[in-house]
């Protein structure tokens, strides 16, 4: 029902910043939790961000403070505005939604996923 598609990855010297995009197809896009992972070489996917249909954010700790969600329903997109970036950040990120609209859940069961977008930065 929702197709997801991240753009705006790239590569970046540590401490710089990037903005990725989540481009979502449907009109229910409103409706759904709309979140973050990632993945590196050799690890687990891990959450990233998440934000809830009415715009309450949740981040894990090692991003709080640098990155930011955002949503614009009237564009069907979800942002992740990243800034002071580490090399520990290196790692392809994916959207992911859901219609069911769960506060902070970090966890893979996410209905829908992007097909990822490769962030690396730089030392």
């Known amino acids: 029902q929702v197709q997801l598609v991240e753009s705006g990855g790239g590569l970046v010297q540590a401490g710089g910043s990037l903005r990725l995009s989540c481009a979502a197809s449907g009109r229910t896009f409103s409706t759904y939790a709309m979140a973050w992972f990632r993945q590196a070489p050799g690890k687990e996917r891990e959450f990233v961000t998440s934000?809830?249909?009415?715009?309450?954010?949740y981040y894990r700790g090692s991003v709080s403070g640098r990155f930011t969600i955002s949503r614009d329903n009237a564009k069907n997109t979800v942002y992740l505005q990243m800034n002071s970036l580490k090399a520990e950040d290196t790692a392809v990120y994916y959207c992911a939604a859901d219609a069911r609209d769960r506060y902070g859940y970090m966890g893979y069961e996410y209905g829908y996923w992007g097909q990822g977008t490769q962030v690396t930065v730089s030392s």
């Open positions: 934000i809830t249909s009415r715009s309450f954010t």
